[in-house]
């Protein structure tokens, strides 16, 4: 990973997605496949969540270009229900098959109450809050989860097993914003190890050990050691059980169980990668919940209910010299506000990788005031 001095420039978002989908569609996506995976991208970094906005652009442009992914998703239906189904996503574009997937488990929600959708061999999908999302915006409990590569050692190990694996929630309240829980059940995610190189920041003590167990804190040599199965992060509540480690290990292997056992899909270190018909494969499965509020106390008595949860929590008494209680989704709904007017930050590291991709597809309609 590049080490360069922070320079940082502000893009507008609807000009950095216009961009992003530019870039897939003329790597073969389809257009309308490539304004999802562009949407999911530019959502994560309006709310905040650079670790899985544009900087992973370049990640999806390198593994296209490596046959890693298939432009072309196609799905087969395995199994249907009524409330259920199970999907094969064939390394398609984990960002469309995670959409289709939330919109089926949705309508499904719509007629029965609930709609779970399992998927197998899927790929990277971006932020997880995303799907929850579209749940939420249809008056519904949205759930979602996936696996990952290996980043996780078992509480007492040093091995890396299990994947960052989010579990994320959310739901809607009569607020201007939702609750929304979504965070990897690691005290750090890959993705803000690969930020923190970027900028050339050490990481927090404690987040990372190497395997005789020791903290590590350069993330460089972290995402280096990483691919050797020789660093692992530490699920929440850290390193042993003293502060309950056990318990992020533990929310890690439900997510496993829920995106691999399932789908009768690939988990654990087989998510590193699998070599099928010569090409190299980065499979992970997804699961996906949408549960219809109507169909139980009814969408207003629950926003009200959740609205006054929310606001009860935030009036609560602080912490001395603290000014203010957040809820989970509020700091992201205050940063879609500020960003969508100034702009998406991007570093000095983020600006180079969108300069190779525009000079190597040829997008000139694009001029950046970094270039």
């Known amino acids: 990973m590049r080490r360069m001095k922070e320079e940082i420039v502000y893009i507008k978002a609807d000009r950095l997605e216009n961009f992003m989908c530019d870039v897939f569609s003329n790597l073969g996506v389809p257009k309308e496949d490539a ?24 990640m999806y442009y390198d593994r296209i270009k490596q046959g890693i992914y298939e432009v072309n998703t196609k799905i087969d239906i395995i199994k249907d229900g009524p409330t259920t189904a199970l999907w094969d996503g064939n390394c398609g574009m984990g960002h469309v098959i995670a959409y289709k997937a939330m919109k089926t488990a949705i309508e499904k929600a719509k007629k029965y109450g ?31 989860v996936t696996n990952a590569r ?31 829980i ?7 995610q890959r993705g803000k190890v690969e930020v923190y190189d970027r900028i050339n920041k050490k990481l927090p003590e404690n987040t990372v050990i190497n395997d005789k167990g020791e903290t590590m804190t350069n993330p460089g040599k972290v995402l280096e050691q990483m691919l050797q199965g020789k660093a692992a992060l530490l699920p929440l509540g850290g390193k042993g059980e003293d502060t309950a480690g056990y318990k992020g290990y533990g929310y890690a292997t439900l997510v496993e169980l829920l995106s691999a056992a399932l789908q009768d899909g690939i988990y654990l270190r087989d ?70 007017n100034i702009g998406i930050p991007l570093n000095k590291s983020l600006q180079e990788d969108i300069i190779i991709m525009k000079n190597e597809l040829g997008l000139n309609n694009y001029k950046f005031e970094f270039e």
């Open 271 to 340: 998510t590193l990668g699998l070599v099928e018909n010569g090409k190299k494969r980065l499979k992970v499965g997804h699961f996906f919940l949408a549960i219809n509020i109507e169909n139980f106390a009814g969408l207003n008595a629950f926003k009200n209910t959740a609205g006054n949860i929310m606001r009860g929590l935030r009036s609560s008494q602080k912490v001395p010299g603290e000014e203010r209680i957040y809820t989970a989704g509020e700091k992201e709904y205050i940063a879609e506000k500020e960003r969508d």
């Open 182 to 188: 979504d965070c990897a059940t690691s005290i750090i």
């Open 35 to 58: 304004k999802i995976i562009a949407e999911v991208l530019i959502t994560s970094d309006l709310r905040g969540i650079e670790s899985h906005g544009v900087q992973r652009c370049k």
């Open 114 to 144: 609930l709609g779970a959708v399992a998927v197998r061999n899927s790929t990277h999908f971006g932020i997880a809050g995303f799907y929850s999302l579209m749940a939420i915006k249809e008056g519904m409990i949205g759930l979602t």
């Open 150 to 180: 290996p980043s996780i050692p078992p509480t007492f190990g040093v091995e890396p097993l299990l994947g960052t694996n989010p579990l994320t929630v959310g739901a809607p309240t009569d607020e201007e914003f939702p609750f929304l």
